[in-house]
Structure formats: C-alpha cells, structure tokens
C-alpha cells in the first residue's frame, strides 16, 4: 500500500471519529432542545405533533420552578463565600506544612470528595439536628462546601505547586514581612485560580443533588424541584429550561472566549529570543 | 549610596541532618571588597550565602555583619540583598515595581518610589523599561532589573549566587565589567559565588577556594592562580602538569622529589620534609619546549598541537604514559618541531610548586 493511500485512510478514520464523537454529545441535546418545541404532552422529539412556544409560556407561570430556581442560586453564593476562602486556607496550610505531614493532611482533606453526597448529608443533617438547627438554604450551604471546599483546595495546590520558592525569600530578603509576602506575592498569584474556583464551586452546588436531598428543608432547590417532579409528570416545560440553559452556558463562553483573544491580543508581539534563556524566573500562563 | 559593611563568619558550620554542608568556616571579609567563593558543583557555597543573608541559621559557629552578631534576624532583617540563582523576579509586577518593591515594603510613597526605581533603572542602563514586562526582557536585561532591584534597598552587603550562569557567553564578559563597575560606583560589598574560575580571577579582589565544605584557600587572585596552597586549589584555578613522588632532598626554598619521570625540583609550598609524599605542580605556560630549566625534563612525544593564534598548546606524552600540556608564544618555529620524534620539555625550579599530596579537583 502506498503512503498516500495510507494517509487518506486514516484522516478518514479520524474525521469519523469526530463525527461519532460529537454526535455523541450534542444528538442527545438536540434531541431534548427539539422536545422543547413539541405540542406533545410528554418531554419527546417523536411523534412529532406541531410547532409551539407553550412550554415556555407554561415555564414562565410555574412559580414554584422559579422560586427553587432562587433557591439555588442562593445556596450556590454561599457556597462560592464559604468554599473558596477554605479552600484557599487549606491549601496554604497545606503548603506550610513537611512533607509527611503534608501528605497525610492531604489525603484528609481530600476524603470528602470521595465519600457518597448521601453521607455528607446525612451526617450534616444529624450533627445539626444536635444543635437544634433543621433543614433550610443554609444547611444545605454547609453541607455542600464539605465536598466543594476540597475541590477548591485542589484548585489552588496545584496552582501553588507552579509558585516559585525563591519568589517568596526574594521578597522576605528586600525587607518584606509575611504578611506583606502575602499581600502582594502569594494572593496576586492565586487570583485567577480564585475565579476559577469560584465557578467550578457554583457550578457544583447548581447541579448537586444527593447532598442538597437531606438538608433543604423546605428551600427547595431547582435539581430538587425537578426531580420531584418526575415522579407527578414531567411536562416539556423542562426541556424549555433546558434550552435556555444551554443557550445561556453557550452564550457565556463566546463571551468569555472573546474576551480572552482581545486580551490576548497586546501581548502577543514576539518575545525577543533571549527571554527564553536557561534558569530564569518561570512566568506563569494565565 | 551606602558604604559596605565586613562580613565575619567565625568557626561556621552547617549540618543537614548527618551530611555536613559547610565545615567549620572562618573567614573576614572586608568592608567594599568584591569576595568570591570559587568551587564546584555541591561544596557548600550556596549555603554559606544562605547563612550570610539570614536563609539559614549556622548549626555551629557565628556570622557577624559590620561587627554585629546576626543570630536571630532573619533575611527582612538584615543589611544584605541576595540576587539568586535564578533571579527570582516577580512576573507579576512590571519592572519598575520589581525594583521599587523593597521600597513599597518600607512604607515609600508611589511617586517617590517610581522616581527611584527610574534612577535605579538608569543606573543599570535600563532607563526605559520601567513600564516593561519582566517576560518582554532578554536575560542580560533580567540581570541588571534583579541588581537594581537589590540596590533599591541601599544593602551594606550584596550577595550574589552565580548571577550570569545562564547568559551566553558575550553576554557574561559583558555583564562580568559592569557588576565591577557597579561595585565600584557603590562602595558595597559584594560576595560572589561562581563555579566560573574566569569571572572569579577577573572580577574578584580575593577568592575564597571551596571544597567539599571547607576552605581551600583565601587569597589575592594571582597568589591563588601562583602560588596555590592545596593541591585541589592547584588543579581547580587553571591548568597544570602534576608530578606525584617523594621529598628526596631540602634546601632554603626549593624541595627535590624522586618522581616516576626523575628528579625535579620545585619551590616548597607547603612545608614538605624528607621523605614526604608530595605533589609537583607547573603550569602549561610555564613549562617549555627545551634542553635547559632546572626543575625538571622531560623526553615527551607529541600527540597533539592546537594553534590558538598568538601562542600554541602542545599536547605531548611522558614515557609513562602521563598526559603533560606546554603552551608557548607563537614564534613562527611550529614545523620543526612537528617533524621531531620526541620533543624536550621542561620548566624552572621557581616555575613549579611542590605541595604535601592531597585530593585533586575533578575536572
Ligand atoms: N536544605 C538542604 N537539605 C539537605 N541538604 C542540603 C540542603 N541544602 C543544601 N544541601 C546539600 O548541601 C550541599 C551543598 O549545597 P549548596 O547548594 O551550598 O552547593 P553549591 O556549592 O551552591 O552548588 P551549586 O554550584 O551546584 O549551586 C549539597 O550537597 C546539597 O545537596
Ligand atoms: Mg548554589
């Protein structure tokens, strides 16, 4: 066989596996976007009984969707405040601590993520009820950054691992206290992981279930109304929010895109060649 | 500017768990004076400026600066400024914060601390970079922000840790003149560390030669490359021919030692007695190719001769196999000597040093 040949074979292997892969994805959106459209009483694509905006006409009248939808956002600021800070605590102290030591505070720290959300919840629930503090918003606020916490120390110890040690002892060494080493070394170094860590823990506590079950009280959440009502019927209505969700996530990252190109764009001039030389200080990516 | 201060380490050491970095170092180190540590790869210099800017405390022994005791203080407060290894510039800031930062710690009001930071930056030959990004500089430019940098804070000592290892060649030459003259401008001391025996020969007003943790030699540059007090410190500075055997004969200045290629002679650099195990050293250009030389001769047969231009490295071999190096002035004769089967080397008694035998630099 000839090399052409070969070549041919296998871009189209590839082009096929990029068309399976993103079907993959996306056919299941589309599949639900387009129930959103149909007249039939059911969330489903097929039969196909006419075109219509009713489901988002009964959407906007369903106040008790907009109310947990409330709710959520709600429970998801409060995570954002509480996780991140610890998050950003945990991972300093981490970064303080020897080496051994280090390790086994890590896996401490880490341990929540791996237990079931339904034992989180539980145990948040019972260890409250002993303070005489029931279900409500709030618990579920608690109960979530358990988990969501470790994800933001996560986020920031790997950013910290990237920190240059001699950053800090060239700051200490041109006179500066810890706590100035702090201030303006450390933080503006951890900034952009804040913002990160800000959305993956909003978008955590959005989508978060098994946790949020035992501890809502009577905040319902918008997962919590939903799956409620798969057990009285599910109407399209759902998909409709569904599409305005993915409308709104694909809206926000053309945004964030194109903010981050016409950034980008200064500072793309060449850098001159002997910036790249041997031992100097590593420069973070943003 | 300020006026340097003396740095003073009595009876130093540190200790790594059982490993013994630097062992029992005493050393005074004047003030103004442009000091390097010379030594390889591991012996300890790094530590020692560790010590001296506050990074670590001694296990043993005491680090005064201008005649004060610095137990205690840490690196904030100390009169030093370390450049380190890597520069350790902060990618965050433009360059005029980097080096108005120790200001912006003392409490210095923004516009009196960028009117500094500029002189400090014209003082460096950086005058318009003030508004740059430290990732938008070439590495020579980096250099100069991280001594400006230290400046800024007006150190009694500046302590550098081989500051132009990562420069290309032209570069360092380059950058090598202008830290002298910087010194020169401030009056501050400065210690160098380096592995690069040019830049500490060219640049230093004394060397401290380093092995293994300890103290080979203090000395002037030329006493250090003339008249070496260890065999380590011999093999390291430069090159020389080595000659092992035993002390055969004394007199005033001069030792004979019996060697695998005859008697020679040399000056006695160490105290050497009849009958001690010794070690003969002479330099390339110090030996040459001829019949006469007091010292010691050699039948060698030439392997190899590199023409550098104005002078000529010969590489030649004693009949024991013992690799032996001359260099010589270019004096237009080349071609005879290539056409000879085996060529007369040999060197003055004054030309050569004899020390009592001890370990050798790996090079
Ligand atoms: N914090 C430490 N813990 C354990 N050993 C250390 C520590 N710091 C240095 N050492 C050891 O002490 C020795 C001397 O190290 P040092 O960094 O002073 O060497 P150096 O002369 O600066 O070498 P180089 O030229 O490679 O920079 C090395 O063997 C090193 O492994
Ligand atoms: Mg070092």
Same mark, same amino acid.
């Given at each position: 066989?000839?090399?052409?040949?070969?070549?041919?074979?296998?871009?189209?292997?590839?082009?096929?596996?990029?068309?399976?892969?993103?079907?993959?994805?996306?056919?299941?959106?589309?599949?639900?976007?387009?129930?959103?459209?149909?007249?039939?009483?059911?969330?489903?694509?097929?039969?196909?009984?006419?075109?219509?905006?009713?489901?988002?006409?009964?959407?906007?009248?369903?106040?008790?969707?907009?109310?947990?939808?409330?709710?959520?956002?709600?429970?998801?600021?409060?995570?954002?405040?509480?996780?991140?800070?610890?998050?950003?605590?945990?991972?300093?102290?981490?970064?303080?601590?020897?080496?051994?030591?280090?390790?086994?505070?890590?896996?401490?720290?880490?341990?929540?993520?791996?237990?079931?959300?339904?034992?989180?919840?539980?145990?948040?629930?019972?260890?409250?009820?002993?303070?005489?503090?029931?279900?409500?918003?709030?618990?579920?606020?608690?109960?979530?950054?358990?988990?969501?916490?470790?994800?933001?120390?996560?986020?920031?110890?790997?950013?910290?691992?990237?920190?240059?040690?001699?950053?800090?002892?060239?700051?200490?060494?041109?006179?500066?206290?810890?706590?100035?080493?702090?201030?303006?070394?450390?933080?503006?170094?951890?900034?952009?992981?804040?913002?990160?860590?800000?959305?993956?823990?909003?978008?955590?506590?959005?989508?978060?279930?098994?946790?949020?079950?035992?501890?809502?009280?009577?905040?319902?959440?918008?997962?919590?109304?939903?799956?409620?009502?798969?057990?009285?019927?599910?109407?399209?209505?759902?998909?409709?929010?569904?599409?305005?969700?993915?409308?709104?996530?694909?809206?926000?990252?053309?945004?964030?895109?194109?903010?981050?190109?016409?950034?980008?764009?200064?500072?793309?001039?060449?850098?001159?060649?002997?910036?790249?030389?041997?031992?100097?200080?590593?420069?973070?990516?943003? | 500017?300020?006026?340097?201060?003396?740095?003073?380490?009595?009876?130093?050491?540190?200790?790594?768990?059982?490993?013994?970095?630097?062992?029992?170092?005493?050393?005074?180190?004047?003030?103004?004076?442009?000091?390097?540590?010379?030594?390889?790869?591991?012996?300890?210099?790094?530590?020692?400026?560790?010590?001296?800017?506050?990074?670590?405390?001694?296990?043993?022994?005491?680090?005064?600066?201008?005649?004060?005791?610095?137990?205690?203080?840490?690196?904030?407060?100390?009169?030093?400024?370390?450049?380190?290894?890597?520069?350790?510039?902060?990618?965050?800031?433009?360059?005029?914060?980097?080096?108005?930062?120790?200001?912006?710690?003392?409490?210095?009001?923004?516009?009196?601390?960028?009117?500094? +930071? &500029? *002189?400090?930056?014209?003082?460096?030959? %950086? @005058?318009?970079?003030?508004?740059?990004?430290?990732? $938008? #500089?070439?590495? =020579?430019?980096?250099?100069?922000?991280?001594?400006?940098?230290?400046?800024?804070?007006?150190?009694?000592?500046?302590?550098?840790?081989?500051?132009?290892?990562?420069?290309?060649?032209?570069?360092?030459?380059?950058?090598?003149?202008?830290?002298?003259?910087?010194?020169?401008?401030?009056?501050?001391?400065?210690?160098?560390?380096?592995?690069?025996?040019?830049?500490?020969?060219?640049?230093?007003?004394?060397?401290?030669?380093?092995?293994?943790?300890?103290?080979?030699?203090?000395?002037?540059?030329?006493?250090?490359?003339?008249?070496?007090?260890?065999?380590?410190?011999?093999?390291?500075?430069?090159?020389?021919?080595?000659?092992?055997?035993?002390?055969?004969?004394?007199? +005033? &200045? *001069?030792?004979?030692?019996?060697?695998? %290629? @005859?008697?020679?002679?040399?000056?006695?650099?160490? $105290? #050497?007695?009849? =009958?001690?195990?010794?070690?003969?050293?002479?330099?390339?250009?110090?030996?040459?190719?001829?019949?006469?030389?007091?010292?010691?001769?050699?039948?060698?047969?030439?392997?190899?001769?590199?023409?550098?231009?104005?002078?000529?490295?010969?590489?030649?071999?004693?009949?024991?196999?013992?690799?032996?190096?001359?260099?010589?002035?270019?004096?237009?004769?080349?071609?005879?000597?290539?056409?000879?089967?085996?060529?007369?080397?040999?060197?003055?008694?004054?030309?050569?040093?004899?020390?009592?035998?001890?370990?050798?630099?790996?090079?």
């Amino acid at each position: 066989m000839n090399r052409l040949s070969s070549r041919v074979i296998l871009r189209s292997f590839i082009l096929l596996y990029l068309v399976a892969f993103f079907a993959y994805l996306f056919l299941p959106l589309l599949y639900m976007s387009a129930a959103a459209f149909n007249q039939s009483r059911f969330p489903a694509t097929v039969p196909w009984q006419g075109f219509t905006l009713e489901w988002f006409d009964a959407l906007l009248n369903d106040s008790m969707l907009w109310s947990s939808l409330g709710n959520s956002l709600l429970v998801g600021a409060g995570v954002v405040a509480l996780s991140v800070p610890i998050g950003l605590n945990a991972a300093l102290l981490l970064h303080l601590l020897q080496k051994r030591v280090r390790t086994l505070a890590y896996g401490v720290m880490v341990s929540p993520i791996l237990m079931p959300g339904v034992i989180l919840g539980i145990s948040t629930l019972v260890f409250w009820r002993g303070f005489d503090v029931g279900g409500g918003w709030h618990l579920a606020v608690l109960a979530q950054t358990t988990f969501i916490a470790s994800y933001c120390m996560m986020m920031f110890q790997a950013r910290l691992q990237r920190l240059d040690p001699t950053w800090e002892e060239a700051a200490l060494d041109l006179g500066a206290s810890h706590f100035q080493v702090m201030r303006r070394i450390m933080l503006p170094f951890l900034a952009p992981t804040a913002i990160g860590a800000a959305v993956i823990a909003f978008l955590q506590s959005f989508e978060n279930y098994n946790t949020t079950l035992f501890v809502y009280g009577s905040d319902r959440t918008l997962t919590i109304y939903l799956a409620g009502k798969v057990r009285v019927g599910l109407t399209p209505a759902v998909n409709a929010l569904s599409v305005i969700f993915i409308l709104l996530t694909v809206a926000a990252a053309v945004l964030f895109e194109w903010r981050r190109r016409a950034e980008a764009r200064p500072a793309a001039r060449p850098v001159p060649a002997k910036a790249s030389l041997g031992r100097a200080a590593p420069v973070p990516a943003e | 500017m300020s006026i340097g201060e003396s740095v003073h380490l009595e009876n130093v050491t540190m200790r790594f768990g059982d490993f013994t970095a630097v062992d029992d170092v005493s050393l005074e180190i004047e003030a103004g004076e442009f000091f390097s540590f010379l030594g390889p790869s591991g012996c300890g210099k790094t530590t020692i400026l560790r010590m001296i800017s506050g990074f670590n405390e001694p296990s043993a022994g005491r680090v005064l600066i201008g005649g004060r005791d610095m137990r205690g203080s840490g690196p904030n407060r100390r009169p030093t400024a370390l450049i380190f290894q890597n520069l350790a510039l902060f990618p965050l800031m433009p360059v005029w914060e980097n080096v108005a930062f120790g200001l912006e710690m003392r409490g210095m009001a923004r516009s009196a601390r960028r009117r500094r +930071a &500029e *002189e400090l930056l014209d003082l460096v030959a %950086l @005058g318009n970079a003030g508004d740059k990004r430290v990732a $938008d #500089l070439s590495g =020579g430019q980096r250099q100069r922000v991280a001594i400006a940098r230290a400046l800024a804070v007006e150190p009694k000592v500046m302590l550098l840790d081989e500051p132009l290892s990562a420069l290309d060649l032209k570069l360092r030459q380059h950058m090598r003149a202008e830290l002298r003259a910087i010194q020169k401008r401030t009056g501050v001391t400065f210690i160098y560390i380096t592995h690069d025996q040019g830049e500490a020969l060219t640049m230093s007003d004394r060397i401290a030669v380093m092995s293994r943790g300890r103290l080979e030699q203090v000395a002037r540059p030329d006493a250090v490359y003339n008249e070496p007090a260890t065999p380590f410190a011999a093999s390291f500075v430069g090159e020389a021919n080595i000659f092992q055997g035993r002390v055969v004969g004394l007199s +005033a &200045e *001069e030792v004979e030692i019996e060697t695998d %290629l @005859g008697r020679m002679r040399a000056r006695n650099g160490g $105290d #050497l007695r009849q =009958g001690d195990r010794a070690m003969l050293f002479v330099r390339p250009e110090r030996s040459s190719i001829a019949l006469g030389g007091d010292g010691g001769r050699i039948e060698a047969e030439l392997v190899e001769m590199e023409f550098e231009g104005s002078f000529i490295n010969l590489r030649l071999r004693a009949p024991n196999r013992q690799p032996i190096m001359v260099q010589m002035a270019n004096d237009g004769g080349l071609g005879e000597m290539a056409r000879m089967a085996s060529v007369p080397v040999s060197f003055a008694a004054r030309a050569a040093i004899a020390l009592p035998e001890g370990e050798l630099a790996h090079q």
